[in-house]
């Protein structure tokens, strides 16, 4: 039986950077479900198919086939045959993959590829919905969370290190925005599943999440 940790909680709380840090610990595969979302709202952008136009979207997304394959431990996300992984990670498809993963069709697309990988690999799966959807008996649920002004402050270092020019004030809004439209959302919206138990990463530094979050596998 293959073991699954799932970790979700609103953008920018140090979700993927922990999950990574748990993964290569304990010898599992990291996936980054965000990614996927992430890979469809590329497409869309790309092809100028409209959210609001469900055949159009039904339509893209019989064309759309994505996969991810693992290269020196590091998640790749292909699109059609292509490799996206680098493209994906802009602000403006952070915000389009948060609205397009608000729609029934892109999630069912999703769903079954997230949870074959659980059921063929040990993971730590980040996301939105994994503990409470994706994986409801995942071995461990951390619902990983960080106040909204430490997660927009955290994003605008990463941005400046990248030799961008960021707005602090627009990267709050921007996260409060996404947060609300991840939480409100009538499918499967993000929420602290009933067993997960809740990080704040507020004041504790990447090493202590994953130390805490380490400890908690060795209670189990
Ligand atoms: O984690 P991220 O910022 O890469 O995710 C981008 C968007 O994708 C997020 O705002 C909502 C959506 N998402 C989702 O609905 N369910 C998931 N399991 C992961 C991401």
Request: no cysteine; aromatic share 4%.
């Amino acid at each position: 039986m293959s073991y699954s940790i799932a970790i979700d909680g609103p953008a920018g709380a140090g979700k993927s950077t922990i999950a990574k840090k748990v993964a290569t610990k304990l010898g599992f595969i990291y996936v980054d479900t965000g990614a996927l979302y992430r890979a469809i709202a590329y497409d869309f952008m790309k092809n100028k198919t409209s959210l609001l136009d469900k055949e159009a979207v039904e339509n893209r997304l019989k064309i759309i086939e994505v996969s991810l394959a693992y290269k020196e431990n590091q998640q790749h996300v292909f699109l059609n045959g292509k490799d996206v992984s680098k493209e994906i990670r802009q602000e403006k498809i952070g915000n389009v993959a948060s609205k397009a993963s608000a729609l029934k069709e892109v999630r069912e697309k999703l769903l079954s590829m997230q949870r074959d990988l659980a059921n063929s690999h040990d993971v730590v799966m980040d996301g939105r919905d994994i503990g409470t959807q994706v994986l409801p008996n995942a071995d461990l649920k951390i619902y990983l969370t960080a106040a909204v002004a430490v997660r927009a402050k955290r994003r605008y270092s990463e941005l400046l290190e990248k030799g961008e020019t960021p707005d602090l004030a627009v990267i709050e809004a921007d996260i409060k925005e996404r947060d609300l439209r991840d939480m409100s959302r009538e499918i499967a919206p993000l929420k602290q599943a009933q067993d997960a138990i809740l990080v704040d990463s507020s004041n504790a530094s990447i090493e202590e999440v994953v130390a805490q979050i380490i400890s908690f596998v060795k209670e189990k």
